[in-house]
Protein backbone atom coordinates (compact mmCIF):
# COMPACT_ATOMS: atom_id res chain seq x y z
CA UNK A 1 0.00 0.00 0.00
CA UNK A 2 3.30 2.14 0.34
CA UNK A 3 4.05 1.95 -2.66
CA UNK A 4 0.63 2.79 -4.31
CA UNK A 5 0.73 5.86 -2.29
CA UNK A 6 4.17 7.10 -3.55
CA UNK A 7 3.33 6.16 -6.84
CA UNK A 8 0.67 8.74 -6.53
CA UNK A 9 2.61 11.20 -4.59
CA UNK A 10 5.29 11.10 -7.96
CA UNK A 11 2.53 11.21 -10.11
CA UNK A 12 1.21 14.49 -8.53
CA UNK A 13 4.28 15.52 -8.31
CA UNK A 14 5.12 15.27 -12.08
CA UNK A 15 1.86 16.82 -13.19
CA UNK A 16 2.72 19.73 -11.21
CA UNK A 17 6.42 20.07 -12.63
CA UNK A 18 4.00 19.57 -16.38
CA UNK A 19 2.23 22.69 -15.65
CA UNK A 20 5.25 24.67 -14.20
CA UNK A 21 7.15 23.56 -17.71
CA UNK A 22 4.22 24.26 -20.05
CA UNK A 23 3.55 27.92 -18.31
CA UNK A 24 7.14 28.34 -18.37
CA UNK A 25 7.69 27.63 -21.88
CA UNK A 26 4.74 28.82 -23.49
CA UNK A 27 5.09 32.48 -21.47
CA UNK A 28 7.82 33.01 -19.68
CA UNK A 29 10.72 32.58 -22.04
CA UNK A 30 9.25 33.87 -25.41
CA UNK A 31 8.78 37.01 -22.86
CA UNK A 32 11.64 36.71 -21.61
CA UNK A 33 13.37 37.38 -25.16
CA UNK A 34 11.13 39.65 -25.67
CA UNK A 35 12.14 42.09 -23.31
CA UNK A 36 15.55 41.21 -23.65
CA UNK A 37 16.97 41.08 -26.96
CA UNK A 38 20.01 41.43 -26.21
CA UNK A 39 20.50 38.41 -24.31
CA UNK A 40 21.55 35.59 -26.15
CA UNK A 41 18.46 32.90 -26.03
CA UNK A 42 20.46 29.61 -27.60
CA UNK A 43 17.49 27.28 -27.04
CA UNK A 44 18.61 25.73 -30.08
CA UNK A 45 14.90 24.38 -30.43
CA UNK A 46 15.06 22.54 -27.10
CA UNK A 47 12.66 25.03 -25.43
CA UNK A 48 11.79 22.12 -23.18
CA UNK A 49 14.82 21.68 -21.65
CA UNK A 50 15.27 24.81 -20.71
CA UNK A 51 11.43 25.24 -19.30
CA UNK A 52 12.33 21.83 -16.86
CA UNK A 53 15.53 24.18 -15.89
CA UNK A 54 13.28 26.97 -14.79
CA UNK A 55 10.86 24.71 -13.29
CA UNK A 56 13.13 22.55 -11.38
CA UNK A 57 14.02 25.27 -9.45
CA UNK A 58 10.24 26.72 -8.78
CA UNK A 59 9.34 23.31 -7.54
CA UNK A 60 8.37 22.92 -4.20
CA UNK A 61 8.10 26.57 -3.44
CA UNK A 62 3.84 26.99 -3.26
CA UNK A 63 4.89 29.04 -6.27
CA UNK A 64 1.22 28.85 -8.66
CA UNK A 65 0.50 31.07 -12.13
CA UNK A 66 0.47 34.15 -10.19
CA UNK A 67 3.57 34.42 -9.22
CA UNK A 68 5.04 33.50 -12.16
CA UNK A 69 3.16 36.29 -14.09
CA UNK A 70 3.65 38.65 -11.29
CA UNK A 71 7.55 37.95 -11.79
CA UNK A 72 7.19 38.01 -15.40
CA UNK A 73 6.14 41.64 -14.69
CA UNK A 74 9.16 42.80 -12.91
CA UNK A 75 11.44 40.69 -15.40
CA UNK A 76 9.84 43.10 -17.98
CA UNK A 77 10.21 46.55 -15.42
CA UNK A 78 13.86 45.45 -15.25
CA UNK A 79 14.85 44.85 -18.69
CA UNK A 80 14.90 49.15 -18.48
CA UNK A 81 18.24 48.42 -16.19
CA UNK A 82 19.17 45.15 -16.95
CA UNK A 83 21.14 43.95 -19.94
CA UNK A 84 20.46 40.21 -19.62
CA UNK A 85 17.64 37.94 -18.40
CA UNK A 86 17.19 36.44 -15.49
CA UNK A 87 18.56 32.95 -14.98
CA UNK A 88 16.50 30.32 -13.37
CA UNK A 89 17.79 30.98 -9.50
CA UNK A 90 17.17 34.65 -9.91
CA UNK A 91 13.79 34.23 -11.26
CA UNK A 92 13.05 31.51 -8.43
CA UNK A 93 13.34 34.78 -6.45
CA UNK A 94 11.57 37.71 -8.38
CA UNK A 95 9.05 34.54 -8.13
CA UNK A 96 9.45 34.20 -4.31
CA UNK A 97 8.97 37.99 -4.06
CA UNK A 98 5.54 38.18 -5.59
CA UNK A 99 4.81 36.05 -3.31
CA UNK A 100 5.64 38.00 -0.37
CA UNK A 101 8.98 37.46 0.23
CA UNK A 102 11.07 40.71 0.96
CA UNK A 103 13.46 42.10 -1.60
CA UNK A 104 17.40 42.30 -0.88
CA UNK A 105 17.77 45.93 -0.59
CA UNK A 106 14.51 45.95 1.45
CA UNK A 107 16.30 43.57 3.79
CA UNK A 108 19.76 45.50 3.81
CA UNK A 109 17.95 48.83 4.28
CA UNK A 110 16.40 47.68 7.64
CA UNK A 111 19.37 46.05 8.71
CA UNK A 112 21.50 49.56 7.97
CA UNK A 113 18.32 51.34 10.15
CA UNK A 114 18.26 48.70 12.54
CA UNK A 115 22.20 49.07 13.11
CA UNK A 116 21.77 52.75 13.36
CA UNK A 117 18.69 53.06 15.65
CA UNK A 118 19.18 50.14 17.64
CA UNK A 119 22.95 50.27 18.27
CA UNK A 120 23.70 47.63 21.54
CA UNK A 121 20.50 47.03 21.41
CA UNK A 122 17.83 44.08 21.29
CA UNK A 123 16.16 44.88 17.32
CA UNK A 124 13.18 44.27 16.45
CA UNK A 125 13.33 42.67 12.25
CA UNK A 126 9.99 42.13 10.20
CA UNK A 127 10.77 39.15 8.83
CA UNK A 128 12.84 36.25 9.86
CA UNK A 129 14.46 36.69 6.76
CA UNK A 130 16.37 39.95 7.85
CA UNK A 131 17.35 38.24 10.70
CA UNK A 132 18.87 35.36 9.60
CA UNK A 133 20.58 37.72 6.92
CA UNK A 134 21.78 39.58 9.37
CA UNK A 135 23.04 36.72 11.42
CA UNK A 136 25.14 35.93 8.40
CA UNK A 137 26.61 39.08 7.46
CA UNK A 138 26.82 41.22 10.48
CA UNK A 139 30.19 40.45 11.61
CA UNK A 140 31.80 40.20 8.22
CA UNK A 141 31.09 44.12 7.93
CA UNK A 142 34.19 44.88 10.17
CA UNK A 143 36.58 42.91 8.04
CA UNK A 144 35.68 43.32 4.29
CA UNK A 145 35.68 45.92 1.66
CA UNK A 146 32.02 47.10 0.98
CA UNK A 147 31.43 45.73 -2.17
CA UNK A 148 32.47 42.16 -1.24
CA UNK A 149 30.67 42.78 2.19
CA UNK A 150 27.11 43.27 -0.47
CA UNK A 151 28.31 40.54 -2.65
CA UNK A 152 28.49 37.94 0.10
CA UNK A 153 25.14 39.40 1.67
CA UNK A 154 23.71 38.67 -1.93
CA UNK A 155 25.01 34.86 -1.92
CA UNK A 156 24.01 34.50 1.94
CA UNK A 157 20.40 36.42 0.25
CA UNK A 158 20.04 33.70 -2.33
CA UNK A 159 20.80 30.51 -0.63
CA UNK A 160 18.21 32.03 2.31
CA UNK A 161 15.74 32.12 -0.32
CA UNK A 162 15.59 28.54 -1.02
CA UNK A 163 15.21 27.60 2.73
CA UNK A 164 12.39 30.66 2.63
CA UNK A 165 10.20 29.09 -0.82
CA UNK A 166 10.34 25.30 1.29
CA UNK A 167 9.17 26.83 4.84
CA UNK A 168 12.36 25.82 5.83
CA UNK A 169 13.49 29.44 7.60
CA UNK A 170 13.44 29.26 10.95
CA UNK A 171 11.72 31.67 12.96
CA UNK A 172 13.09 34.33 15.03
CA UNK A 173 14.18 33.26 18.16
CA UNK A 174 12.69 34.61 21.42
CA UNK A 175 14.90 37.27 23.62
CA UNK A 176 16.37 36.22 26.77
CA UNK A 177 15.56 38.26 29.48
CA UNK A 178 18.12 40.18 31.69
CA UNK A 179 17.36 42.14 34.22
CA UNK A 180 19.99 43.84 35.52
CA UNK A 181 20.85 44.90 39.03
CA UNK A 182 19.53 48.31 39.93
CA UNK A 183 22.75 50.70 39.90
CA UNK A 184 22.22 51.70 43.61
CA UNK A 185 22.96 47.80 44.68
CA UNK A 186 26.17 48.30 42.62
CA UNK A 187 27.81 50.58 45.60
CA UNK A 188 26.33 48.53 48.40
CA UNK A 189 28.45 45.73 47.21
CA UNK A 190 25.82 43.75 45.92
CA UNK A 191 25.08 42.48 41.60
CA UNK A 192 29.19 42.38 40.84
Not at 3 to 19: G, L
Not at 49 to 66: D, R, S, T, V, W
Amino acid sequence: MNTQVSTIHSADKRQTNDVLVKLISDEVLPSLKAYYPNSDFNWRGNLVLFANEYAGQLYGMGIIAKHVRAALDMARLLSTSERHAPNPIEFKILCLQAKGMPTLDSCMSEINEQRIKNYGKDKDWSEPLVYWLNQQIAAARATLTDSAWKKMAKNRYTELADKYGKGELGPIPLKIEYNAPPAYLRYAGVGR
